[in-house]
Structures are given as structure tokens and as C-alpha cells.
């Protein structure tokens, strides 16, 4: 196991609604990534959170945002849901000695939305 | 045109087969490159860094070509537990993770 969880593990929300997920870095990670897997694709990077800053952002809209604390935990928001943001929601975790560094990414076991 | 791009699979292949994959991405200043692995359902995993001069893990072996921007993973002795998804992941400097669509392998008895 990679030490990385996220919640709620399945969640049901209705167009319009808004969503908040969960997840909790591995320890000793400072970086944490969200990405989004729709059914029969690869992950989609949504943004990365490094030592608590926004630390790069994918092809979303603004109603994807997000947070990261200073024990690194991270969440996403996502207002104003729609259909097709039902998908995992999966975040990963890792060590960047700078913001510019790369390193291997260690996901958790995502959230699944379903938007109706 | 998609940055990364894999073998559209699925493969269905015997136990005991060799199988390889292939992936090819676009963006020449892609620094480090992993090969993951999906099972249905779960998160993906890491199966393994990919390093210029190739490397191998037990059955595993990837390779990468910096020139023609291309990367392979080969499974040798396939195993019924091989059976997944496997992801191709390039990783451009300060940028983030960019996953090809998948390639989906199953193992048959």
C-alpha cells in the first residue's frame, strides 16, 4: 500500500451541486496531484498543490479548485457539477525538493463520482 | 494529436507468451518516463521507471529512445496475474504527469 487515502471512496451528486474530496499524502510528501480518469481512459492531470501553492494546472475550468494544508493533505472543490464529471478522481503523492522537480507519484485509491 | 499514445489494444495473449508494448510521445523535452500499471477498478501502480540505457525488472524490461520519442515495456513468461491495464507516463520538467490512454492486457489460461 502507497499510504495515500482519499474520501469518500464513492460519492452521488446531482448536476448543479458541489463536491468536496479528500486526501491524505503519504507521510513525509510535500506534493500532492489530483487527476481525473474518466471509464476506458488514462488519468487527466487537474492541478498539482507543492508545500501548499498551486504548483501547475491542467485543462479544467475554475470551478475545479483546490487546497493544500500544512500537514499536506489536500482537497479538491468542484462546483456547479455536470455529467460528465462523473468519473475517479484520483490523487497522488510525492517528494519534490523544488517545485520544478520531478519524482515518482504514488496515487490512492480515488473517489468515485457519479453525477446524475 | 495526442502528447502520449499507446498500442490500442486489448492484447489477449497465453500464459507463458512474450507481449510489448508500445508508446510514443510528442513533446521532445519530456524528462523521465514510468510505465504503471491498472488493475479494474484500482489505482494506478508503478511497474517501473524507464531509463535511456533500458532497464529490467525480473520479466519486465522497458526501453526508451530519446530520438524517436519512443518507449516500450516487454513481458516475458506471462503470468494469469499480469492481466491490466498498462499505462504509459512521460513527465515533462516542472510539469506534470501526462498518462497515455492505456493499454489493456489480459493473460488467458
Known amino acids: 500500500e502507497t499510504g495515500v487515502t482519499q474520501s469518500p471512496t464513492h460519492l452521488i451528486k446531482t448536476r448543479g451541486q458541489q463536491v468536496t474530496l479528500r486526501c491524505s499524502s503519504q507521510s513525509g510528501h510535500n506534493t500532492v496531484s489530483w487527476y481525473q480518469q474518466a471509464l476506458g481512459q488514462g488519468p487527466q492531470f487537474i492541478f498539482q498543490y507543492y508545500r501548499e501553492e498551486e504548483n501547475g494546472r491542467g485543462n479544467f475550468p475554475p470551478r475545479f479548485s483546490g487546497l493544500q494544508f500544512p500537514n499536506y493533505s489536500s482537497e479538491l472543490n468542484v462546483n456547479a457539477l455536470e455529467l460528465d464529471d462523473s468519473a475517479l478522481y484520483l490523487c497522488a503523492s510525492s517528494l519534490l525538493a523544488a517545485p520544478k522537480a520531478n519524482n515518482e507519484q504514488f496515487f490512492g485509491p480515488g473517489t468515485r463520482l457519479t453525477v446524475l | 494529436r495526442k502528447e502520449v499514445e499507446q498500442d490500442p489494444g486489448p492484447f489477449n495473449v497465453p500464459e507463458g507468451a512474450t507481449v510489448a508494448f508500445n508508446c510514443t510521445y510528442s513533446n521532445s523535452a519530456s524528462q523521465s518516463f514510468f510505465w504503471y500499471r491498472q488493475d479494474c477498478r484500482k489505482e494506478p501502480k508503478l511497474l517501473m521507471s524507464?531509463?535511456?540505457s533500458g532497464n529490467e525488472d525480473g520479466r519486465f524490461t522497458a526501453q526508451l529512445n530519446r530520438a524517436s520519442q519512443y518507449i516500450s515495456l516487454l513481458i516475458r513468461d506471462s503470468k494469469l496475474s499480469d492481466s491490466a491495464t498498462y499505462l504509459c507516463v512521460v513527465n515533462n520538467y516542472g510539469q506534470n504527469f501526462v498518462f497515455g490512454p492505456g493499454t489493456r492486457l489480459s493473460v488467458l489460461p
Open positions: 524507464v531509463y535511456s
